[in-house]
């Protein structure tokens, strides 16, 4: 019976992610995320019907030039690994000459890996400036258990690695919204970088953005510098929750009126909409607690289902 639970495990572990229904951009991509995934789905029900995990390994689309298309992986080249946390990392990737990825807002890319001759995929949003010239970069948490993080601990300078896209987005539009409220968790603020730069870089966007970003302990706190700059624009706020700091006095003087400890529970959410200057227009992006618990506490802090987007 063991054997037989050990082997559906292995299974399950090999069962392509659903993608979120937010995960669709609804602009008609073709093939959408949902195409990709039902193709990939239907492949994994006869590779477990029969038992046969090879066909998993089927010979993909791909292509040796570095230009991201939705259809076919494309290969990249790691130029730069930079350990941030003790789980996360930051990866810089080659483009051609001065070539950019010119992804839209918030787009994520799916990256292939081959942990054990298994394939396994999984979505990342890149964290480099829109117009980045030569390069992307990407932030990724690495876990104990995972497969793709297994193949992606072992990545260093000069690696090839396959990537496909993009895919997703938010339809960001300069002075659309008053107010931009940011609720990420981790690695769930990756996706709200480029937005913040775009709105830092465009002279006549006047959007306020209140960014609140949710970490373990200060010390997991990712892209600080960054963040520190992001917050010096005069229509820019930055919160920290800090759910594993007991107290606020040993954190620089710098963070102590704008952090809080413990999580972001509903009545944190309403003082931050409260404090809001216009009535905020939401982004959420963490793990599916994290964004369920959100669109609860928004709703019970007045803000309708129609001013949310989860990534």
Known sequence: LQAMSDNEQDWLALRPQEPSPSQCCGSGCKPCIYDVYEKELAQWERAKALQDKSLLMGKREQSNNSELNPDAFAAFCVSSVEQLTEDTYQYKFELPGRSSLRLSLGQHIVLRGVVNGLEVQRAYTPISPRNAEGYFEVLIKCYEAGLMSQYIKT?????????????????YQPNKHGELLMLASGTGLTPMIPILQSITDDEEDETFVTLVGCF????????KPLLQDLARYWNIRIFYVLSQESSLEKLPQSYQENTYTGHLNEDLVKTIVNS?????????????????????????????????FVF
């Open 155 to 171: 990545w260093k300078r000069g690696d090839v690695v396959f990537w496909r896209g993009p895919f997703g987005g938010f339809p």
């Open 216 to 223: 373990p302990t200060f010390d997991k706190i990712y892209l």
């Open 276 to 308: 809001c200057r216009r009535k905020p227009f939401v982004l959420i992006c963490g793990s599916s607690a994290f964004n369920e618990d959100m669109s609860r506490y928004l709703k019970a802090a007045g803000i309708e289902e129609n001013s949310c």
